[in-house]
């Protein structure tokens, strides 16, 4: 199989062998990939200065096996400049698709999702609402999906002035004040997030808090990564808005 003028974006880099790179890259028509770049180390590869994140590509690779070789990486667009907290912010979003998507199974809503993002990381700097509308999107791609609109036990419409409890797995529940597990989350924010309104700070403590167990719950145990060098680069420090996303 040759592919040729594929939209995407490496998510990760390492090294193979004494001249090559091992790519963990999200296209937008094949999913997640792996492919080795093959020279891309040396000073006169073909691929210098190419491979690098946050940077829409066009991308081309062959191979029948698992692990593709890649023939063409060309910038497609600018690099999003992700600078500061917001720079974890973005490699937050990369280590979900390296953790929750399977290997060419296509997520073409979550590509443009994942490309809207970056711009706003890069251009606004608005980093708490993008990463839960990301974080909302990529749930439900690859199936774990949230209920936002009804109360679990009795069917009805979720009411913004009423307390929930969210359980990771089943959705919201009347909340009792004596549940254990899940998280406590107002109506408002559900809906605000199954809306995609706008949202206050009360509404991203909130879902903050929600989509945290929920992650934890999938992860079974596993860590993201960026998220405990984040919080040991800041700890000493008073948080800006931007950091409050991920801490």
Request: hydrophobic residues 35%; contains cysteine; positive net charge.
């Amino acid at each position: 199989m040759r592919i040729k003028g594929e939209p995407g974006f490496i998510l990760h880099r390492r090294p193979f062998s004494e001249s090559s790179l091992l790519l963990d890259i999200f296209s937008r028509g094949y999913g997640r990939i792996t492919a080795i770049a093959k020279g891309a180390r040396k000073q006169k590869s073909q691929y210098r200065g190419m491979i690098r994140p946050f940077a829409l590509t066009t991308l081309g690779w062959s191979g029948k096996g698992e692990v593709k070789t890649l023939t063409q990486c060309e910038w497609a667009g600018p690099d999003f400049g992700l600078r500061g907290p917001n720079l974890f912010c973005g490699y937050y979003l990369s280590e979900l698709l390296i953790k929750f998507l399977q290997r060419y199974d296509p997520h073409e809503r979550l590509f443009d999702q994942y490309l809207k993002s970056l711009v706003h990381l890069g251009v606004d700097g608005e980093s708490q609402s993008t990463l839960r509308l990301f974080e909302k999107v990529l749930l439900r791609e690859v199936g774990y999906g949230l209920r936002l609109d009804k109360d679990h036990d009795t069917g009805q419409p979720i009411k913004p002035n009423s307390s929930y409890h969210y359980r990771p797995g089943l959705g919201a529940f009347v909340n009792q004040g004596n549940e254990a597990g899940g998280v406590v989350v107002h109506g408002s924010s559900l809906i605000a997030l199954r809306e995609e309104l706008h949202f206050d700070a009360t509404i991203l403590r909130e879902l903050k808090q929600l989509h945290r167990v929920i992650f934890q719950s999938l992860l079974d145990g596993r860590s993201l990564v960026t998220r405990q060098i984040f919080s040991q680069i800041y700890q000493n420090e008073k948080f800006p808005l931007s950091a409050e996303a991920l801490n």
